[in-house]
């Protein structure tokens, strides 16, 4: 299981940094075969680690995996590590098989473009930072496959480098995403300060005992409210979702329908004991939904 899991998070990366480096030394076509293979490829080992997950009982389905210790200083330790349970099993079918089908489509709808290989490196490295996201064993992690994410939707965005208005919805994206990036570090940098740690287990028990006063709990929920929204594109950051259509269309798909747009739901769900733990944001965060939806 925990190879699926493994599989599903590395295979994409190493699509993408095997275009990378090959570069012209391997045809347009073998760079989309590449890029398509390997999504497909995390897309198996989704499966498997499902498979594997959905035969054990409801009290077992959640399993962390730590590659290694990343940094530490002091009694702060982050480690390299993937969680495997029902939520981050679920985000890694969806994106590695709407995003499967979506890279899949684009073979054929970006035939014969100048820069094919950038591009399929470029969904590739989107697939991986999103998987990231949802995998992450850790707050920190979480964070590093948002930021991820991010620069991937940058880069897709702005594929069309030569028109003035792609790079303008890229330059958007970017920085209405780096607001919600800059609140989610604020957050943690918070629960660093007051319980030294950002793994899941310790964030959530302390909030959930309530080691976490009521204003920090407010103030983290906050930081990461505001992340949700950006990367979801709720009001007032949703402006940069329409702007995404100057990259290509499957770009579109990709991002509004497949995964990117769906990161803020999976983060209120991951985080969930912590904006328990503050009311006040859970009541602002269902009126911003619902003004967002009308």
């Not at 208005?165 to 330059?171: D, I, L, N």
């Not at 800059?182 to 005992?209: N, V, W």
């Not at 009311?279 to 003004?291: E, R």
């Amino acid at each position: 299981m925990i190879a699926g899991a493994w599989l599903c998070l590395l295979a994409p990366l190493a699509g993408a940094l095997l275009i990378t480096l090959a570069g012209t030394q391997i045809s347009r076509s073998a760079a989309a075969w590449i890029s398509t293979g390997s999504v497909f490829v995390g897309f198996a080992g989704a499966v498997v680690a499902f498979l594997q997950v959905a035969g054990e009982s409801e009290d077992d389905r959640e399993h962390l995996s730590t590659a290694y210790t990343w940094f530490g200083a002091g009694s702060f330790k982050v480690a390299m590590q993937i969680l495997v349970d029902p939520v981050s099993l679920t985000m890694m079918l969806i994106i590695t098989g709407v995003g499967g089908l979506i890279v899949w489509y684009s073979m054929g709808y970006m035939k014969g473009e100048d820069e094919e290989r950038r591009y399929f490196a470029y969904m590739a490295f989107f697939v991986f930072a999103m998987l990231m996201l949802v995998m992450g064993g850790n707050l920190l992690l979480l964070l590093v496959g948002w930021g991820l994410v991010g620069l991937a939707s940058y880069l897709l965005i702005g594929f069309y480098h030569d028109r003035p208005e792609a790079v303008a919805a890229a330059k958007k994206a970017f920085i209405m995403n780096a607001i919600g990036d800059a609140a989610m570090a604020l957050g943690f940098f918070l629960l660093i300060a007051k319980i030294g740690s950002l793994d899941f287990s310790t964030a959530f028990d302390a909030a959930e005992s309530g080691e976490l006063s009521s204003s920090t709990a407010n103030l983290v929920a906050l930081g990461l409210l505001v992340g949700a929204i950006a990367k979801s594109a709720q009001l007032p950051l949703h402006t940069w979702l329409p702007d995404a259509m100057e990259g290509p269309t499957p770009v579109s798909a990709l991002i509004h329908a497949a995964t990117m747009v769906t990161a803020g739901v999976y983060l209120i769900v991951r985080t969930h004991a912590i904006f328990e733990a503050a009311p006040g944001v859970q009541h602002l965060a269902a009126i911003i939904g619902a003004v967002t939806l009308l």
